[in-house]
């Protein structure tokens, strides 16, 4: 596991509710999140892997589940 130090910032409501949720809908901690953020910002490599594909998928999952919403209420 790569070495860690804590970071504590203030953040907007709007930005912590984004990530809260994008949290909830993917199973993913919000430092994971947050880390792949600052990854991209940065244009720094991520050590995964992942399938391309997925982050397309888990974004078409969350408007799904955001129409749900709004058709619920």
């Known amino acids: 596991m790569a ?3 804590l970071l504590a910032i203030r ?3 709007e930005l912590l509710e984004k990530i809260e949720q ?3 809908t993917t199973g993913r901690s919000k430092t994971d999140i ?3 953020g600052l990854r991209e910002f940065l244009d720094i ?3 995964n892997r992942e399938i ?3 982050a397309d ?3 078409q999952i969350q408007e799904l589940d ?3 919403k709004k058709l619920s209420a």
């Open 22 to 24: 994008l949290s909830e």
């Open 45 to 47: 490599p991520s050590g």
């Open 34 to 36: 947050v880390i792949e």
């Open 66 to 68: 955001q129409r749900l």
């Open 3 to 5: 070495q860690t130090k």
């Open 11 to 13: 953040c907007p409501i």
């Open 57 to 59: 998928i888990q974004q």
């Open 52 to 54: 391309p594909e997925l």
